[in-house]
């Protein structure tokens, strides 16, 4: 296994770079956050309109939501590849389709987050701003906003240890990340395939690990700072 993890760890790691794209599990990480960070302007579009509980925007990012949260990430994906093409007239490169339908997974998960993030600030604090004069965004963007978004830390890191496994469908167009470099292996090797997906399930399990044990350190530090405040 040591000879195994020698030889092919730095594949693992960062995919054929320098000599190539980048990719292994650095790639996994580039995916995974740039998907997070380009759906999350549209999961708080989504998420604020989910508050407002009636009218047709509400009804139209309801439908978002539930929509893209009970179709599998893989549909997507062959969505994006598809239809992409045929929208732009141009090819895309994979890691672009790939990014594409994470994104507008992402969003759908992301934005139940925030709307839980809003509607946990309490309604008391809601009322006492309208009573002082501020209006609907003022007191969103004033008071609400910033409490949420500091609650929602934890939740948001955890979604991101979603993202990273997600991310390990998107092989199947060519992607290059970590399961892609554990399938270059396995082709290399010809033999002991279960050797390779095992190493492969070790590092998902340890970055994994780390980032659901730093969500729940980030977790008890906010609940403790909230104890605190509040004594």
């Given at each position: 296994?040591?000879?195994?993890?020698?030889?092919?760890?730095?594949?693992?790691?960062?995919?054929?770079?320098?000599?190539?794209?980048?990719?292994?599990?650095?790639?996994?990480?580039?995916?995974?956050?740039?998907?997070?960070?380009?759906?999350?302007?549209?999961?708080?579009?989504?998420?604020?309109?989910?508050?407002?509980?009636?009218?047709?925007?509400?009804?139209?990012?309801?439908?978002?939501?539930?929509?893209?949260?009970?179709?599998?990430?893989?549909?997507?994906?062959?969505?994006?590849?598809?239809?992409?093409?045929?929208?732009?007239?141009?090819?895309?490169?994979?890691?672009?389709?790939?990014?594409?339908?994470?994104?507008?997974?992402?969003s759908a998960f992301l934005a139940e987050i925030i709307r839980a993030g809003i509607e946990s600030v309490p309604a008391g604090q809601v009322e006492a701003s309208r009573a002082v004069g501020l209006?609907?965004?003022?007191?969103?963007?004033?008071?609400?906003?910033?409490?949420?978004?500091?609650?929602?830390?934890?939740?948001?890191?955890?979604?991101?240890?979603?993202?990273?496994?997600?991310?390990?469908?998107?092989?199947?167009?060519?992607?290059?990340?970590?399961?892609?470099s554990a399938q270059q292996i396995n082709s290399i090797e010809l033999t002991g395939a279960l050797r390779t997906y095992m190493v492969l399930a070790m590092f998902y399990f340890l970055l994994c690990?780390?980032?659901?044990?730093?969500?729940?350190?980030?977790?008890?530090?906010?609940?403790?700072?909230?104890?605190?405040?509040?004594?």
């Open positions: 296994m040591m000879d195994f993890l020698h030889t092919y760890g730095l594949m693992f790691l960062v995919g054929s770079w320098p000599n190539g794209p980048i990719g292994g599990f650095a790639g996994t990480l580039i995916l995974a956050t740039l998907g997070l960070a380009g759906a999350f302007p549209m999961a708080m579009l989504i998420g604020i309109a989910r508050t407002r509980k009636r009218g047709l925007v509400c009804r139209a990012a309801t439908v978002w939501v539930y929509t893209f949260r009970s179709i599998p990430l893989i549909m997507i994906v062959f969505w994006a590849y598809f239809l992409l093409p045929l929208l732009t007239g141009a090819e895309v490169p994979p890691f672009s389709t790939a990014l594409a339908a994470i994104i507008v997974y992402e209006g609907y965004f003022q007191t969103l963007w004033s008071v609400q906003l910033p409490q949420a978004l500091s609650n929602m830390i934890p939740s948001l890191l955890n979604q991101f240890v979603s993202a990273i496994k997600a991310t390990s469908i998107v092989y199947i167009i060519g992607v290059q990340e970590a399961a892609f690990v780390f980032l659901s044990k730093l969500a729940r350190m980030l977790e008890t530090h906010l609940q403790n700072k909230r104890l605190g405040l509040a004594i």
